[in-house]
């Protein structure tokens, strides 16, 4: 477990955080550009080791009722790596239609032993399809690109 100094030193790496220190030694680091009412990316990071990062858009993470993920056992670089990606959750609002082309152009993408999938947007949702039969649909580009990264294919290979 990283203590509270390693803790603060990966958090304060992130310049378009602010630290607000608040009660019982915990610190708080807010995310004042966020697009949503949310603004608190670190939450009660304890002297004791404890704290939390808001983690509600963001996948593979189990979440309290309000949205953070406990991070007391975290490590250095997994801790970089949520602050990140809750900081980018927060940044732009997505839209159904995210941030590509909103067009009905079709892309591949590549797996092992030539597989291919395509990829369409179609009625704000992003239909991934195996040849004529689909696969998944997602609202978001950025969520293809996370499921396809994690099934292995890359984008025209």
């Known amino acids: 477990m990283l203590s509270l100094e ?3 030193a990966v958090v304060a ?3 378009e955080l602010q ?3 608040v009660s019982l030694g915990r610190v708080n680091f807010h995310y004042e550009d966020s ?3 949310k603004k608190i990316v670190v939450y009660h990071l304890h002297p004791n080791g404890n704290g939390f990062v808001y983690a509600d858009y963001l996948k593979g993470y189990a979440t309290d009722d309000k949205g953070f993920v406990n991070i007391r ?3 250095a ?3 970089h790596d949520i602050v990140e990606k809750s900081i980018r959750s927060l940044t732009v609002k997505e839209s159904k239609k995210a941030a590509k082309p909103q067009t009905d152009q079709e892309e591949y993408w590549y797996g092992e032993d030539d597989q291919k999938l ?3 947007f179609v009625d704000d ?3 991934i399809y195996a040849g004529s039969n689909l696969d998944c649909a997602f609202e978001t580009y950025e969520e293809v690109e996370e499921y396809m990264a994690e099934e292995g294919f890359e984008r025209n290979k």
């Open 6 to 8: 390693e803790k603060l």
């Open 13 to 15: 790496s992130f310049s």
């Open 19 to 21: 630290r607000k220190d």
């Open 118 to 120: 395509s990829v369409t």
């Open 125 to 127: 949702l992003w239909y």
């Open 73 to 75: 056992e975290f490590s």
């Open 77 to 79: 670089d997994e801790l």
């Open 35 to 37: 697009a949503y009412d």
